[in-house]
């Protein structure tokens, strides 16, 4: 929230200094930074490895959520047949498995977040400098990160958006 206003009083500060001053006329734009990441090429590809790499997890823990119900399943049907102290010992070592099982999940849940924060970050990288140059070059006073807490309305005309995914698709097939 404070973000927020904070960007909102300096932007209005801007503005309202620009009018005054009179000296230059402010040239505005936006981007969309989320959407440049996700449609962009080597976000796309960030993406497809995020998946992949998601699924693989995903995979890895329905095998052993079967393997626990599987084993619940067998310590189900002895249960009648095997004497009170086998029994127990087996119940705390299913408890056991279920909880490691449980933890495993927590676990992967924040590597995946890990890694999905890190292809972001390799992607931010190359962004915001694209960014930067783009908005020195065409002379722009003031380039803004769409965001509909900060800034809620503004006209589609000032969107470099598909400007700055071309540069960085550009970019990313000369490496």
Request: hydrophobic share 40%.
């Amino acid at each position: 929230m404070k973000k927020t206003l904070l960007s909102f009083m300096i932007a209005t500060a801007l503005l309202a200094g620009a009018a005054v001053c009179g000296a230059t006329e402010m040239k505005i734009g936006y981007v969309d930074i989320q959407r440049a990441v996700m449609e962009s090429k080597s976000g796309k590809a960030a993406n497809e490895k995020f998946t992949a790499e998601a699924a693989r997890v995903k995979d890895g823990l329905l095998k052993e959520k079967e393997k626990i119900e599987q084993a619940a399943e067998m310590l189900q049907k002895q249960s009648a047949m095997l004497t009170d102290d086998v029994r127990r010992s087996k119940e705390l070592d299913m408890a056991r498995r279920q909880r490691d099982y449980e933890r495993m999940v927590e676990d992967q849940k924040a590597e995946l977040q890990l890694k999905e924060a890190q292809l972001t970050g390799e992607i931010l990288e190359e962004l915001i400098p694209i960014v930067r140059d783009y908005g020195k070059k065409h002379e722009f006073s003031i380039i803004f990160e769409r965001s509909e807490r900060v800034v809620l309305h503004i006209d589609p005309a000032l969107d470099l958006t598909d400007k700055i995914i071309a540069i960085l698709d550009a970019g990313s097939q000369k490496k």
